[in-house]
């Protein structure tokens, strides 16, 4: 186990520097982001003597190398635009997406899983095919557009709800159920596809003919081994969720780590964005990692190899 | 004993390396280990052996599907290795086990027939379709299935097309990895009496592949016995049916439930511990479950000890381990 | 010789008979595909049925409501902010997406199945490096590396299109990845090394025709999501430029006057979510009708 | 709202730094405003300037302005205000090398010297007649201990200031609480009503108008038009709509910078694009307002902005016909690019299609634009210029055409031109000379001067304001009804 | 034989809804089991063993449609019985066997809780005695160092451990009546030949009835005290194992027994029985003798309802137009 945690933390920590590599690069090809320092009004040698302040004058792989190195360190430089450490910008604005991941999905678990265990054990049945039908149809919504429905129809029509903003647990519940719709229909489907294939197994046969109530066999035998894919899914959701977030923070004026990422490739703040596009790869490599190691010790095989 | 075999292992074995696990470590897995083996024209050598017990591992590295890890595979006395591939598989045909995975499913059954001529580049298509037609009639299909596609057909029409296209070619050997097993006994016997009359007509040489000694019995002239990686036992059929010699042999023979009312089940006397290929027990591999168990037997691993048409592989049979331990 | 009085007839359908008929039989999947099939006539046929010139603006008539909110049956689904006729729009939108959705699901097929195939098929240290590669690709957050491709090389049609080729490959490579390592243990593929055949020969005609079907249903699902993702990155206003009449950019357009005339963001989501919603469909039925457990 | 004395406003952007040197942004402009204060005040009604900060003032020579200081003003922070904060403030944002954003804003101080307690004396690099204007306006004064221990980004936390409020919390980009300063002086701004002002960052205009909808909004600005129409129709809310200084125009490529051969360097199809918008279309249907056809490169309050200059009228076939003089008689494809105001631009790029000009829309960021421009890979753009609400022409037609490197003219008549306008002391000569030079930019059409823009102030009824034609949201004139 | 049969079926038939219309899967098999006796079900793969256990066992899923005259359990209707009471017979009074050691235990638990369950659903014990008498069992099925497997999960044990587990648990509670559906098919020969012996003995040891199920005709001769030969979905045979074996009477018993090499006794090298053809579709209406187009007996009679003739006075049945299973010359071939 120990073994297996160690080899899925190298694995783990070579994607992380791949994709800030790749971040790096990509973005060092944006342009020159010393314009953007110099704002509206800036001459030709402001810009220069930015260019050379910051040191975009040297080689790529020299200033990727430094700002690795200060990125181990939690240094992601300075924002060109707010002029302050990305660090403490970023580490503000995280708890918003954060709850807002973490609200997500839980909506997406709570109201997935109980209708997937359910179509799954009346395959066919009108639930089912109500509970499949949400699901394509939750797949092809667009979350901007139901985003923008949301709030006419609460804010705006009834009132109930505050369209913009994050001062209170109201202000998340629109974005929470537009951010977990969308992970919805693939941990229904999961949690179905899983149940089906558990319940046709012969081990759920074996516990019936051992004479044990129906309860006991959908939550006991059934749920315990269908839940294990489900768990890295929603890993793997919450961790394109905080990517997702995106939309979702732009419509409901949300300052979250996405509407910071949006924004800041607007204004070309480069630092901002490179460090964005990491951290927000880091949350996915950190879930996957977590569910794996979650998955390893929920399944006996892999928990005793 | 063949003198001028047809096909010939030297020493060969097999090492895999299996994770186990996700992220286990890997551990070396001797499928095969150190087998020689001679296989003379005309012959069919029936290969028997509990499951794991590397007999498929064997099947590809004859069809040079797997390359050995050591020793050599001998066609008429060159190597295999050294021998093209392609020219190697006009001459050896693989039959296998389930005949709901070895035809393609996308292809028809004329398509597949083919496909070895097609692949060699022999005749063209209006050949190559009269070929299949024969060919079909031989293994007893109607001509018209050749339009068909497998999920069409039943277990043993399918197996009839998987015998159809290993003999297109006009191979010498043809290696059957148990290719009844999946069958029901009714199509089994019509399979089995195919083999036998196919055999008959062309002269080839099986190596057929069964854990069903009732079958090897019927198909076989020789029979090698395998546990785990090693051939324990080779003889003549009618010899080791009659006195098998290893006591492994000798378990899978009382196995063998004949259809005898009143006889009941026998007692194998074989302990219950299944060996784990990735750590074999030491000395003869087979000593935590023989009934006639010798204390040399967990240190000294046994040597063939040639037979008058075979060899066994049994401290049994040789004293100098018992002299040397005493 | 042997030849046994073999009762069996085969009278049975082919495989492709098989699907085809289980396709026609597929509720969620004929609904799909009619929609879809209407949509791409639309598309094909933009010219003629438009009623105006999508492009053509007339800042005198701005924001005229549709004809069930009172509009006129001159332009029936009312006009945009620059007095653009808005079905014409969303005629000629539906070429935009149903092109962007096919040409990126294409690309990202093309690399994801090759990633795919190639790690199923080889195993070992190529699929170990696939693998890595799919893990590195799934980390990346794609709207926001997508945006900030768009922004540093100008939204057009083709950068749209090109990013979202190289980011969506993904779920190709898992997928054929797995159906692939699924083939390869069948026996058959055996038979044919068996018989000789060469690497490129097995993959090509062995292991493809195999996991077509997985591609297909991957390809619609693909395609769906790329034609969701480029209305996103329109919506945020760095994907397909105006004038051109994505619906996504109609959307984020009609979102400034969404507390007055909800309409002007109602009816192109609404279209884009039928679009999408077809696709889903059909790809839902395509899994549904070629998964294994309907295979025989 | 009333009840706790509280007034809410949104902002649209996020603000980078409250520090008003380190931001080039409108809302910084209003919190300046708010929390610091200026040597002089310029009355948004008359134009007329008056002291704040400094009650007298004097040019001592052509490049030397002296200033008696208003005495017993004190900071925020409970320092008092003397000639030390002037000379350190002066000299600290005058020095190129700290970096302030809005360099044109004081890059025309030499330094200060301090006379005594309160007086001071600022130099110029060169004659700078509008540097009056710039004192009033963006140059406010810091407090020198304060500033030099936290420094910019410090100032951009806990900013620190004499004006009429005081920022009690700062969450950078986001939120701003100010206070009433009840300790303000008499000056030229009077006293502020309000107790409280609290700004949040609401980036779509939708949500702010659905939060003030349901009340959670007191006052928002920069409405656009159709909204603001529909709000005011709606009665619930005052509408005040007020011009600004804004100014939307063409620039096209006329020195074939980004392509010796490109359609622009070609007088005709300049002549042509000016002839093709419909101005008053425009002016009318989408901008809306106080907003008015623009035909000079400047905006017509500006001091120097002569409007006499030749005007091209809508006329689409006169438009085609240059085409074709031009060479051109199918029209041509060409980049278009466009930075804000998507509508308009759309609304431009359409007209342009219309008359056989196809153009290959291109909405970039400022910055990426500004960056293409400045490499001089432009073709066409459609621009806007606020001025920094300097009433000056100086603030608009030479910093475009002076030959830097967003000049895609580069004519040497002009440049003369400008360059005795900007330097001298006699309005006179100033104004002769705008006019030559705007008039030879107006003849070789070397821009497509369109618009200017409006603001729309949208706030409840509870809500007193009056808003000034600088696009400046005034909080201590802002009152309770 | 003058004891009640601790099991009675009577024309128990099994239907289930396809696309191509009603599956006949099996339709009317009857039978008796008594005490500390063993049937053995032998047919052909699809021939309806499987479901017929399940059956027995109201384990069937929802979609298949079970009828029948009579269906007695020792006194109990099963035909009738609740759910709760069905749950107090499973496991408790019959148990199940099943085919597939791999995949017949629960991958997510450990033998022991999965074998203590089996008592504690039934008994009040305490969770204590539960593990004891697991131990016990698994000592009885041959599985040294049984305390220690207990807290192994499945995957770490072999395929004839996890019979013996699977046996283990199906005796928990000492059945009356004990169901095994091909319990060695996938084992290895000799493991089978251990698996069997240990089946045999314990059932001798509890007086537990027994069916076994299997297609394996060596199996059923060495095990059976009646054996039932099971074609498409009928009972085309049944009776005494010794009068099975000794005298097949229905074609298909004898094509069987035919089809199978015997070392020994069939020639080596020589051509085997066969029966040509395959099995009918049983979608539809399925009348006449389900055989009769695979039956080198058959006749046109075939084709009508079979009659069922009772051999030897009485324990040998046989379902056939034939009265001893031959076809005598004035009878037209088919
Ligand atoms: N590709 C492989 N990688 C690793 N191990 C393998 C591989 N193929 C086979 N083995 C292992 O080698 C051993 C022999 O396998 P093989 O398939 O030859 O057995 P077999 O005798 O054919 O068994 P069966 O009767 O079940 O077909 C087994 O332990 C198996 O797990
Ligand atoms: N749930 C089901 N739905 C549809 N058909 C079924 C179902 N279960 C069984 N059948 C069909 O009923 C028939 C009898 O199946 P059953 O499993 O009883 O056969 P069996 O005799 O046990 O065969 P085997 O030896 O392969 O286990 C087969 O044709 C099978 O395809
Ligand atoms: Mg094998
Ligand atoms: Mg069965």
Known sequence: MLRFILKRLGLALLVALTVSFISFSLLFLAGDPAIAIAGESANAEDIQSIRELYGFDRPMLVQYADWLWNALRFDFGQSYYFKLPVADLIAERLSVTMTLGVCGILFALFTAVPLGVIAAIRPNSLIDRIALFLSVAGQAMPSFWFGLILIVIFAIQLGWLPASGASSWQHFIMPTVVLGYYAMPAIMRL???????????????????????????????????????????????????????????????????????????????????????????????????LADVLNAWLDPRMRSS | MTDNPVLELKNVSKTYTVKQGLFGKPRPLRAINDVSLKLGRGEVLGLVGESGCGKSTLAKILLGLEAPTEGQVLVDGQTLAGQDRIALSRRIQPIFQDPYSSLNPRKSIEDIVSLPLRVHQIGDSASRQKKVREMLDIVGLPVRVARSYPNQMSGGQRQRVAIARALIMNPEIVICDEPTSALDVSVQSQILNLLGDLRQEFGLTYLFISHNLAVVEHLATRVAVMYLGRIVEEAGVARLFEEARHPYSRALLESVLTPDPGLGVPDTQLGAAYPNPISPPSGCAFHPRCAKVMPHCSQIAPTPIATPDGHVECHLYDDTPARAAS | MTALPDAAEITGPTPGQQLRKRMFGHQGFMIGAVFLVLLVLVAIFAPVLAPHDPYAQSLGDRMLRPV??????????????????????????????????????????????????????????????????????????????????????????????????????????????????????????????????????????????????????VVTLEMAHAILLEAALSFLGLGVQPPNPSWGLMVSEGKNMMLFEPWLVLIPGAVLFVLVLAINLMGDGLRDVTAPENRN | DKASDTLRVAFTKELESVDSYFNSAREGVVLQRAIWDGLLYSDPATGEYKGNLATEWEWVDDTTLELKLREGVKFHDGSDFTADDVVYTVNFVADEANGVVTQRNVNWMDHAEKVDDYTVRIVTKEPFPAAIEYLSGPVSMYPSDYYEEVGPSGMGLEPVGTGPYKAVSVEPGKHFVLERNEDYFDGPKGQPAIAKIDVRTIPDVNTQMAEIFSGQLDLIWQVPSDQAERMAEMGQFTVANESTMRVGYLAMDAAGRSDPENPFTKLEVRQAVNHAIDRETIVNELLKGKSTPIHTACFPSQFGCVQDVTEYEYDPEKAKELLAEAGYPDGFTTEFYAYRDREYAEAIASYLNAVGIETDFKMLQYSALRDLNMKGEVPISFQTWGSFSINDASAMVSQFFKHGELDDARDDEVLAELDIADSSIDPETRIEHYGIALQRIADQAYWAPLFSYNTNYVFTKEVAYTPTPDEVLRFHTAAWN | MTEDPILSVRGLTLEIPTAGGMLHAVRGIDFDLNRGETLCIVGESGSGKSLTSLALMSLLGTKIQRSATRMDFDGTDLLKASRKQLRHLRGARMSMIFQEPMTSLNPAYTIGDQLAETLLLHRKVSRAQARARAVELLEKVGITAAESRLSQFPHQLSGGLRQRVMIAMALMCEPELIIADEPTTALDVTIQAQILRLLVDLQREMNMAMILITHDLGVVARVADKVAVMYAGELVETGPAEAIFRQPAHPYTRGLINCIPVPGRTQRGARLGTIPGIVPSLVGDVTGCPFRGRCDQAVEACASAIPLHQLDGGAHELRCVHPDGYRHSQEVPA
Not at chain 1, 252 to 279: C, K, M
Request: positive net charge; contains cysteine; glycine residues 10%.
């Open chain 1, 191 to 289: 949690t179905r596809a899983g149940m089906l294939e558990v319940l046709s197994a012969d081990y759920i046969r074996t516990a019936r003919a051992k004479g044990a109530p129906e309860g006991r066999v959908l939550f006991k035998h059934a749920l315990r081994n269908a839940i294990i894919p489900v768990v890295s899914l929603a890993a793997v959701q919450m961790g394109f969720m905080l990517g997702g977030s995106i939309v979702v923070e732009s419509i409901f004026a949300l300052h979250g780590a996405g509407y910071l990422a949006w924004e800041s490739i607007g204004r070309n703040d480069l630092p901002t964005v490179q460090a964005l596009i990491l951290v927000f790869a880091l949350f996915y490599i950190v879930f996957t990692f």
């Open chain 3, 68 to 217: 069930f909110m009172d509009g006129t049956w001159d332009h029936p689904l009312g006009t945009d902010h620059l007095g653009r006729d808005y079905l014409s729009r969303l005629i000629y939108g539906a070429r935009i997406s149903l092109l962007i959705g096919a040409v990126a699901a294409l690309i990202s097929g093309l690399i994801g199945t090759a990633l795919g195939v190639a790690a199923g098929y080889f195993g070992g240290r190529v699929d170990a490096v696939v693998t890595f590669l799919i893990n590195v690709r799934l980390a990346m957050p794609v709207v926001l590396v997508a945006l900030a491709v768009v922004a540093i090389l100008g939204g057009s049609l083709n950068v749209v299109i090109g990013v979202l080729g190289l980011l969506l490959w993904d779920r190709f490579a898992v997928v054929m990845r797995a159906s692939t390592l699924q083939i390869r243990g069948r026996e058959f593929v055996a038979a044919a090394r068996a018989i000789g055949c060469s690497t490129p020969r097995i993959l090509l005609s062995e292991i493809l025709p195999n996991i077509f079907n997985n591609l297909i249903v």
